[in-house]
């Protein structure tokens, strides 16, 4: 007798790392996904993949120094949150991690734009599906 299974296993799992830059007046980082990359115009929190042999730690580090030009310390990212989602056939893993403390002035590297919002902006912003559940656990964190 053989086991009916709901839906189709995901094809293959993506673990994303992205950080929740928290500045002294409790304001959050955002940056927009720029034109000709998926889901353009999004704001989201900085991050992307895990490369190969990297923790998320090591991962969220690289993401940030490339992204924002700032350099973090490794004892300075507090794991806060996570969400799941599909992403196509994919399942994507969104690890996020609460940062209060940086070197450098963040500039967008590859974002189309950056902005410091308080938590409760985040509910008007358009934002990846991975991130939106994220904001509530957020708020209570922050
Ligand atoms: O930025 P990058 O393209 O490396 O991110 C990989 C994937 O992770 C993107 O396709 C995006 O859908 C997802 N992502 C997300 N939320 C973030 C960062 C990335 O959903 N904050």
Known sequence: ??????????KTSLVVVA??????DGRLLVQQRPEGLAMA????????KLEPGETP??????ELAEELAIDVDHACLAPACF?????????LL?????CRKWHGTPVAQ???????????E?????????????????????
């Open 57 to 62: 730690e090591q991962a969220l580090i690289r």
């Open 94 to 98: 969104l690890l996020l991690y609460v």
């Open 110 to 120: 590859h974002a189309s734009a950056l902005r410091w919002v308080r938590p409760v």
């Open 83 to 91: 969400a799941s989602d599909m992403l196509g056939d994919r399942h």
């Open 41 to 48: 115009g999004l704001w989201e929190f900085p991050g992307g």
């Open 19 to 24: 950080a929740a830059l928290v500045d002294r």
């Open 122 to 142: 985040l509910h008007g912003l358009d934002m990846p599906p991975a991130d939106k559940p994220l904001i509530g656990l957020l708020e209570a964190l922050i």
């Open 1 to 10: 007798m053989s086991a009916l299974i709901p839906g189709k296993p995901p």
